[in-house]
């Protein structure tokens, strides 16, 4: 970061407009050792590593158009973790984009998506726990590509992937409009955010994707639409479009280093007004769709579509407060209401063996959300799969229909209820 300040990325900008109680745009990546945490080891390790991101030693300020980060030398504190997770930290008053947390043997990390995404949370996640082992007297062989402290700073990480990908050449993608199928279920009380994990074996999952001859994020997205499906029918609920916001990590695609955020999110769909779909009918769907969709040409067409909006003279002369008022109206209307759950596959999670044996569970938990009351995150960590519901309701129903429908497929899952 060359300069004192910066502005926030093409997707981030959305986002603090948008942050309320319910809505804190905060995701978290957390461990569980096998060994107790020591907070004065902890604290020392954020601070070596700070530097090594200095993207990320910021705070958030209001600009007359827009909120744009500005570098700060203010020490980022770690905190007992207390409460639930992804609910309590207001970064419009204190300004960091992101808190770590401990208790007994919990390190946690919350960031806000208004600064980097969830590739960008493991990078930064992977280097705390690298140091935090190194400062603990664990000799590590091979910290591989985790970042370190003291290392140069690669120029890409601080580019907007967005603007540097964006061609001007190329059709702009048409944004859908039409309200997809929403939950009905009771929401929680504010500051309330419940967790629940299922953990199996990746081996016996990747072997019931490999029979359907279909992709593991494919297969999660077929049993997600088979239990929305059955809950509509189950409950004679009126049908509307089942959509998935399924957000694709663009640094596949185009080679960037960039730790800001850089997805684009496609949205695979069944519509149950036409009828009830079968196994075999959702399967060949989304398998086309991710065929199609998770392409350069078309996800270059989405980041057209996001730059325009970006730049259009229209967006940009609006005044800060303004947009304020603005732009959660356009969020409920552009976004969530057109989607009826989210899922991200993280892949698969790797850190250097000496930590890995020190690590009793890993888990990653997405964002609450008002306007998809249910998301899921699913990756794969040593031997295991693990599947995460993050949830504004009190009612189950979705994650135990979930589980249920694994376990009829030949896939049992331990379930741990997290908060």
């Given at each position: 970061?060359?300069?004192?300040?910066?502005?926030?990325?093409?997707a981030g900008?959305?986002y603090?407009?948008?942050?309320?109680l319910?809505?804190?745009?905060?995701?978290?990546?957390?461990v569980?050792?096998?060994t107790?945490?020591?907070?004065?080891?902890?604290q020392?390790?954020?601070?070596?590593?700070?530097?090594?991101?200095?993207y990320?030693?910021?705070?958030?300020?209001?600009?007359?158009?827009?909120?744009?980060?500005?570098?700060?030398?203010?020490?980022?504190?770690?905190?007992?973790?207390?409460?639930?997770?992804?609910?309590?930290?207001?970064f419009?008053?204190?300004?960091?984009?992101?808190?770590?947390?401990?208790?007994?043997?919990?390190?946690a990390?919350?960031?806000?998506h208004?600064?980097?995404?969830?590739?960008?949370?493991?990078?930064?996640?992977?280097a705390?726990?690298?140091?935090y082992?190194?400062?603990?007297?664990?000799?590590?062989?091979?910290?591989?590509?985790?970042?370190?402290?003291?290392?140069?700073?690669?120029?890409?990480?601080?580019?907007?992937?967005?603007?540097?990908?964006?061609?001007?050449?190329?059709?702009?993608?048409?944004?859908?409009?039409?309200?997809?199928?929403h939950?009905k279920?009771?929401?929680?009380?504010?500051?309330?955010?419940?967790?629940?994990?299922?953990i199996?074996?990746?081996n016996?999952?990747?072997?019931?994707?490999?029979?359907?001859?279909?992709?593991?994020?494919?297969?999660?997205?077929?049993f997600?639409?088979?239990?929305f499906?059955?809950?509509?029918?189950d409950?004679?609920?009126?049908?509307?479009?089942?959509v998935?916001?399924?957000?694709?990590?663009l640094r596949n695609?185009?080679?960037?280093?960039?730790?800001?955020?850089?997805f684009?999110?496609?949205?695979?769909?069944?519509?149950?007004?036409?009828g009830?779909?079968?196994?075999?009918?959702i399967?060949?769907?989304?398998?086309?769709?991710?065929?199609?969709?998770?392409?350069?040409?078309?996800?270059?067409?989405?980041?057209?579509?996001n730059?325009?909006?970006?730049?259009?003279?229209?967006?940009r002369i609006?005044?800060?407060?303004?947009?304020?008022i603005?732009?959660?109206?356009?969020?409920?209307?552009w976004?969530?209401?057109g989607?009826?759950?989210g899922?991200?596959?993280?892949?698969?999670?790797?850190?250097?063996?000496?930590?890995?044996?020190?690590?009793?569970?890993?888990n990653?938990?997405?964002?609450?959300?008002?306007g998809?009351?249910?998301?899921?995150?699913?990756?794969?960590?040593?031997?295991?799969?693990?599947?995460?519901?993050?949830?504004?309701?009190?009612?189950?129903?979705?994650?135990?229909?979930?589980?249920?429908?694994?376990?009829?497929?030949g896939?049992?899952?331990k379930?741990?209820?997290?908060?």
């Amino acid at each position: 970061m060359a300069t004192q300040w910066a502005k926030l990325d093409n997707a981030g900008k959305i986002y603090p407009a948008n942050i309320n109680l319910r809505n804190t745009t905060l995701f978290r990546i957390t461990v569980d050792l096998h060994t107790e945490v020591d907070p004065v080891v902890l604290q020392k390790a954020v601070d070596d590593i700070l530097p090594r991101f200095p993207y990320f030693h910021v705070k958030l300020k209001k600009g007359f158009f827009w909120y744009y980060f500005v570098k700060t030398d203010e020490q980022i504190r770690i905190q007992e973790d207390i409460y639930y997770p992804c609910t309590e930290w207001n970064f419009k008053k204190k300004g960091f984009m992101f808190n770590v947390k401990y208790k007994d043997r919990r390190i946690a990390v919350e960031f806000s998506h208004s600064m980097t995404d969830g590739t960008g949370g493991l990078e930064f996640f992977k280097a705390l726990l690298l140091q935090y082992h190194k400062l603990s007297g664990v000799s590590i062989a091979d910290s591989g590509n985790i970042k370190v402290p003291g290392e140069e700073i690669d120029p890409e990480e601080t580019t907007d992937g967005f603007k540097e990908f964006y061609d001007v050449h190329i059709p702009s993608r048409e944004r859908r409009t039409g309200k997809a199928f929403h939950l009905k279920f009771k929401p929680t009380d504010k500051g309330v955010y419940h967790v629940t994990t299922g953990i199996m074996d990746f081996n016996t999952i990747r072997t019931a994707a490999k029979e359907k001859n279909i992709n593991m994020t494919g297969l999660i997205c077929l049993f997600y639409f088979q239990v929305f499906q059955q809950l509509i029918f189950d409950r004679k609920a009126r049908p509307a479009p089942l959509v998935i916001n399924l957000p694709v990590n663009l640094r596949n695609i185009f080679s960037s280093r960039t730790m800001s955020n850089f997805f684009v999110s496609v949205t695979p769909t069944i519509d149950p007004r036409l009828g009830f779909f079968s196994e075999d009918d959702i399967k060949k769907h989304v398998d086309k769709y991710l065929s199609l969709e998770i392409d350069r040409r078309y996800v270059g067409k989405m980041i057209k579509r996001n730059i325009k909006i970006e730049q259009s003279i229209g967006i940009r002369i609006i005044p800060l407060f303004l947009k304020e008022i603005l732009l959660p109206i356009v969020y409920r209307v552009w976004g969530e209401r057109g989607y009826t759950s989210g899922l991200s596959n993280l892949g698969k999670i790797e850190f250097p063996p000496e930590i890995e044996k020190n690590i009793e569970t890993f888990n990653v938990i997405p964002p609450p959300s008002p306007g998809n009351i249910i998301k899921m995150i699913c990756f794969s960590f040593k031997n295991k799969f693990y599947i995460t519901f993050g949830s504004l309701t009190d009612d189950k129903t979705i994650e135990e229909n979930f589980f249920r429908l694994l376990r009829k497929n030949g896939i049992s899952a331990k379930i741990k209820i997290i908060s």
